[in-house]
């Protein structure tokens, strides 16, 4: 296991990964600091330039510039209180708070370290897990693989949106996913299934065009409805002042910082939850904190523990999504969902492969994240000041570019002029599916699951009929997937009868 | 527009799954199976949101993703969605008609001098370095290939 961490280390250093993952650094440096564009975006983006790349170069740049996406998203939040990211929204509570009150260095300082923090511990849990999920992952068959898809999207579905209607929305969209998943020959019979007599769609709907469009053309239009420069008319200036302060106030407040980051760890691994979740319940944690009335008060108003806790939150939760996307090909999150369609695209099946053949790879990807945030941090450090000037950029400099992107990405996939009208479609449906308040995240997962899960239920009925039903590991997953379901719904029950006692 | 946008969807995915259900009747077990297992549930699922958005109340549920802006009126926003839209579809037919290498720096200063009102030349500089960046990148460092479009075809240019 160390020789194989030791190799993977050594992977992300030769120069070639190592250059890559500079670049993603860099990619994933501006996204994070500009909130027109989300990371699960840009790594929609990026998926069409890992064509031509090894796995551990694509890894490097990819996971290298989503690791970053948090830290830097922070610093939007501090600054203007626009959260850079979805998941960095927390933060601005106490750290905009901090800004306004002219301590933004000291909140900045605070949550790039908590940041660095964070991501460590993640990406040792990352490492540690390896071991401990390998035997488990090698005793699931394929009747047990297909109702962990199914317990995924169960997740995802009954998670990304509130209550019984959303809950509803979820699974629509999860199944549309499975169901456009379908598109194409079938592997089995090598019939052509819902192709409308086209040779493209013969080979089925390809992820990158799919995911551009989905993620892509709804922000874009977003950013030209608003017409303003991306950060508002918030002032620029020098905030480098009290950086060492905060660095100084994550060590101050060590064990909040550990306690928070293993939370994000842990809502990382559990499939569907995600880093807007993480960063919540973190805050909540911090606040828990407060020892009474009075300094809970200050939460809100420019606690430096309401920086700290979601700051090593946000950053810990990326290893820990990370473990059931390589042990089980079941992704924690819309973005570990388009890191998987990566993996598909380099010819990798999550799994056992990745713990065994593939394990040296396994840990390059543990190294990336912590390579990367240090990289990250360190540049975030020196480049303090003039960083604020880069969210006052105007979105109408903005959208050509990312609008050339978005057609080139799309475009490359197939060298096909239909990827861009799949991208031009999917499009339509993702701004629709926003105006509708459904989750996105679900139709992804179900898109990327879809083939496997069929090949997996196939496999199962073909070999055990409907006794692979009865077998113990998918009762007890089924079992989750019903508790999943049916949580959020007892949940709501409960809180209508407290009301009416009330 | 929350509720319309909600029905829509619903009654495009329940027509979507019936046709599947019904295609998938006529092909052999192996390839109807997953369509059978998703597409049943997925048409009820459909027909129950239908059914939410006609009977039920209008409040909707959040979902944990990305918010449309609320601060401009509805009317600067329909007017403003339907410019980006016909920005998006105008640049899919520049590069059908004149291929990337052309479409890419057009609506780089189209965008920036009519929709951005930015001067001629900081339009040209800018799309100058959007090209430069396409060209040194997408050409000569990774050779991808973009073929010239119909138009340039069609006169003999390409």
């Known amino acids: 296991m160390l020789e194989a961490s030791w190799e993977g280390l050594l992977l992300v250093l030769q120069w070639k990964p190592f250059a890559f993952m500079l670049v993603g650094i860099v990619v994933g440096f501006w996204v994070g600091l500009l909130p027109g564009i989300g990371g699960a975006t840009t790594l929609a983006l990026m998926l069409p330039f890992i064509y031509t790349m090894q796995p551990v170069e694509a890894f490097a740049f990819l996971l290298g510039m989503h690791s970053v996406v948090a830290t830097t998203g922070d610093i939007t939040s501090i600054l203007f209180g626009v959260p850079g990211e979805a998941t960095t929204a927390a933060i601005i509570l106490d750290g905009h708070a901090m800004a306004k009150r002219g301590e933004a260095g000291r909140a900045l300082g605070a949550a790039l370290t908590a940041s660095l923090i964070g991501a460590l511990i993640g990406a040792a849990a990352l490492a540690l897990a390896i071991p401990v999920v390998r035997p488990l992952v090698l005793t699931f068959g394929s009747p047990e693989l297909f109702m962990l898809a199914i317990v995924g999207l169960a997740f995802i579905a009954s998670l990304s949106a509130q209550g019984a209607r959303g809950m509803l929305r979820g699974f629509l969209a999860g199944g549309l996913g499975m169901m456009l998943a379908m598109v194409g020959q079938d592997p089995q019979a090598g019939v052509g299934r819902f192709t409308l007599d086209t040779l493209y769609l013969w080979q089925g709907l390809d992820l990158v065009p799919v995911l551009v469009g989905l993620f892509a053309i709804p922000e874009i239009i977003d950013l030209a409805v608003r017409g303003t420069s991306i950060a508002g008319d918030a002032p620029v200036g020098r905030i480098s002042h009290g950086a060492l302060q905060g660095m100084k106030d994550v060590f101050r407040h060590i064990s909040l910082t550990i306690r928070c980051a293993l939370i994000g760890t842990f809502v990382g691994i559990t499939p569907g939850l995600g880093g807007a979740v993480a960063q919540w319940m973190a805050y909540g944690h911090a606040t828990q904190s407060a020892r009474n009335p009075e300094e809970r008060k200050g939460f809100g108003a420019g606690d430096v523990r309401g920086v700290i806790g979601p700051g090593a939150a946000c950053n810990s939760k990326e290893g820990g999504a990370l473990i059931p996307t390589i042990a089980f090909g079941v992704p924690g999150s819309t973005s570990m969902a388009i890191l998987l369609g990566g993996f598909f695209l380099l010819g990798l099946v999550p799994g056992p492969d990745m713990l065994t053949k593939h394990l040296s790879l396994t840990y390059s990807l543990v190294w990336t994240i912590v390579l990367a945030n240090i990289i990250a941090v360190a540049v975030c450090v020196l480049l303090l000041n003039r960083l604020a000037g880069l969210t006052s950029v105007p979105g109408h400099r903005l959208i050509p570019v990312i609008l050339v992107l978005v057609f080139i990405g799309s475009f490359t996939s197939n060298s096909h002029y239909a990827d861009i009208l799949v991208t031009l479609l999917f499009g339509a449906v993702g701004y629709f599916m926003v105006t509708a308040g459904w989750p996105r995240a679900p139709l992804v997962l179900g898109l990327v699951l879809g083939k496997i899960a069929e090949n997996y239920l196939y496999i199962s009925v073909a070999r055990y009929e409907a006794a692979w039903l009865s077998r113990p590991v998918v009762m007890v997953l089924l079992a989750i997937a019903v508790s999943v379901v049916c949580y959020p719904v007892y949940q709501a029950w409960r809180a209508r009868r407290r009301g009416t006692r009330a | ?158």
């Open chain 2, 1 to 158: 527009m929350h509720n319309k946008a909600s029905l829509g969807l619903a009654l495009a995915i329940a027509a979507l799954s019936g046709w599947a259900i019904f295609s998938a009747l006529e092909w052999p077990w192996k390839a109807k199976l997953f369509p059978m297992v998703i597409g049943i549930p997925l048409l009820c699922l459909a027909l129950a949101e239908v059914l939410w958005v006609v009977f039920g109340s209008s409040a909707g549920a959040k979902a944990a993703d990305f918010k449309l802006t609320q601060d401009q009126p509805p009317e600067v926003v329909r007017r403003r969605t339907l410019v980006a839209t016909a920005w998006i579809g105008g640049f899919f037919v520049a590069i059908m008609l004149l291929g990337f290498p052309i479409a890419v720096p057009l609506l780089v200063v189209a965008y920036l001098r009519f929709e951005g009102k930015e001067s001629w030349l900081l339009s040209g500089a800018f799309a100058l370095m959007v090209w430069g960046a396409f060209y040194g990148l997408f050409e000569r460092l990774l050779h991808l290939p973009f073929p010239p479009g119909w138009l340039l075809e069609w006169l003999g240019l390409a």
